[in-house]
């Protein structure tokens, strides 16, 4: 699959438009002497879209609009390089440390073969990241002890909403699968536990590399488990 990435010496208002019509958030930047493999670094949306109403601000207060001759070599940020041999999980491990959500991939000559993000690395562990869904939309389960029972593959985003629990999504991670192969920093095999803010969050079934089923206690002041009110989850139904 073709990469879309620009060449380094291109303006910053060409770039915006191409950017936009690609609806990329994140874009490799490549040297034009040397040519498209040649990926010298990544420029970020975000930053093209401040420096873009930056202009438009200025343009109505100055005679001329500032970093008019702007090309993106001058914005560009570093971007993280990997082998193709790397481990998914090493991978993982690299961006949330580097604070990287892109990386280029590159063979045993240093050719470009291709880029992976965050989401790509994720997916090959838990399964696909969906944009969007709703915790009452899959399967909730309450033990006789009042634990819930979810699937790994529920969105934070909506755990905070509808449940009001804050988890890190750290290097991306956006799923409590996610968040829990972040914490254990492996693939599980079933039984694992992880305590974070008053939970207990235990794996409880594995669907190959996926963790599919999470068990989750709320943790009293003694360590022991106690009842979880899931009425958020019922009126989001």
């Known amino acids: 699959q073709r990469i879309f990435s620009l060449p380094f010496d291109l303006l910053i208002e060409e770039a915006s438009a191409r950017i936009v019509d690609e609806q990329h958030s994140r874009v490799p930047v490549y040297d034009p002497a040397r040519g498209p493999e040649y990926i010298v670094g990544v420029v970020y949306s975000k930053d093209i879209s401040r420096l873009m109403h930056f202009r438009a601000s200025a343009r109505t207060r100055f005679a001329e609009a500032p970093f008019t001759e ?3 070599k001058q914005v560009m940020r570093e971007v993280l390089v990997v082998p ?3 481990p998914v999980l090493d991978l993982l491990h690299e961006f949330q440390a580097r604070r990287r959500h892109l990386a280029i991939v590159v063979d045993e000559f240093g050719s470009t073969v291709g880029l992976v993000t965050v989401e790509d ?3 090959q562990l838990i399964g ?3 944009d969007e869904f709703d915790v009452a939309s899959k399967t909730v389960l309450t033990t006789a002890r009042g634990e819930l029972i979810l699937d790994g593959s529920v969105n934070l985003r909506d755990l905070e909403t509808q ?3 804050t988890l890190p999504r750290d290097a991306g991670v956006e799923t409590l699968a996610g968040f829990l192969l972040a914490r254990l920093g492996k693939i599980p095999r079933g039984g694992e536990i992880v305590e974070y803010e008053g939970r207990r969050f235990t794996v ?3 669907s190959g590399n996926r963790i ?3 068990r989750i206690e709320k943790l009293d002041h ?3 488990a106690e009842p979880i009110d899931r009425t958020a989850l019922e009126n989001a139904s």
């Open 70 to 72: 702007l090309r993106l």
């Open 84 to 86: 193709e041999t790397k």
């Open 121 to 123: 690395a994720i997916e």
């Open 128 to 130: 696909e990241v969906e």
């Open 163 to 165: 449940m009001r629990w």
């Open 204 to 206: 409880i079934e594995m």
């Open 212 to 214: 599919s089923r999470v």
């Open 222 to 224: 003694s360590g022991d």
